[in-house]
């Protein structure tokens, strides 16, 4: 199956590299490429000859976070429309994070909001040293609703709180540290230690690994379908909000919030 946002790749091992393909747009989420992703998910899932997933992005950038046409429509939506929207993102965030695959994530550049929520469902994830990262929707009046259950799955809600609500960017090194991050690396070493990654899991049984990776996400945080639909309605409240109104067209006038202390 052809998609128009991503690529997939299988090498002779099983091995399938799945990249998000719009590198002009620094591979943000637009409907269409959340879409790409689902189905890619059922179909990896469903592909016994497939061994394990890299996720990755094409050029500079790993995932800058919601395409700026897609926000936009957002902006000028219902309610229903902007749930519906955000259901779309949970599930495809849902399909991932219950791959019946191990994922590795391989992080270059850019990781902003829903790039985190993809990482934050990777089994694991190898970043290089000088990405960046941020959770940086509360500087648009928005909260990280649809990710949120992956990230403090992946954080802790220690760990996740000191980042969660301040939309500053941070580091590989603090990356790691927040758990995002299993291991950073120089970009010259990035595939290298991809393939340690991959290489046990060529010696494994495939349906113990799809066994052992249920089991552990049935004994961690719950996220539940009412969990899930509460970070909808969440989301939507927030959009009603004066403030979202207020940072969001902020952003489109390229001009700073009127909450901003100068």
């Known amino acids: 199956m052809s998609f128009q946002t991503?690529?997939?790749s299988t090498d002779a091992r099983g091995v399938t590299t799945l990249t998000l393909d719009r590198?002009?747009?620094?591979?943000s989420l637009s409907a269409q490429m959340i879409e790409d992703l689902t189905v890619a998910a059922a179909q990896l899932?469903?592909?016994?000859a497939v061994r394990a997933v890299v996720l990755t992005g094409a050029g500079k950038s790993f995932c800058a976070g919601g395409d700026l046409g897609w926000m936009r429509e957002q902006f000028h939506a219902d309610r229903n429309t902007r749930m519906a929207e955000a259901r779309k993102?949970?599930?495809m965030l849902k399909s991932l994070n219950e791959l019946?695959?191990?994922?590795i994530g391989r992080v270059q550049g850019q990781a902003f909001g829903g790039g985190i929520g993809m990482m934050s469902v990777c089994d694991t994830v190898v970043a290089v040293d000088s990405a960046k990262f941020g959770l940086t929707e509360v500087r648009l009046g928005l909260i990280p609703a649809t990710i949120s259950p992956y990230v403090l799955a992946r954080m802790g809600e220690g760990k996740a709180r000191r980042v969660f609500m301040s939309a500053r960017l941070f580091?590989?090194?603090e990356a790691k540290e927040l758990n995002l991050a299993a291991k950073v690396v120089a970009e010259a070493d990035l595939d290298e230690a991809i393939e340690k990654e991959?290489?046990?899991?060529?010696?494994?049984a495939p349906a113990a690994v799809a066994a052992s990776k249920a089991l552990a996400r049935s004994l961690g945080p719950a996220i539940t379908d009412e969990i899930i639909e509460d970070t909808i309605r969440r989301l939507a409240d927030t959009w009603e909000t004066p403030e979202a109104q207020e940072g969001i067209s902020a952003f489109f006038d390229k001009r700073k919030p009127d909450w901003t202390v100068r």
């Open 6 to 8: 991503i690529s997939l």
């Open 23 to 27: 590198e002009e747009k620094h591979n």
């Open 45 to 48: 899932g469903a592909d016994a």
């Open 89 to 91: 993102l949970a599930m």
């Open 100 to 103: 019946p695959k191990p994922l």
């Open 171 to 173: 580091n590989a090194e």
């Open 198 to 204: 991959i290489k046990p899991y060529l010696a494994a």
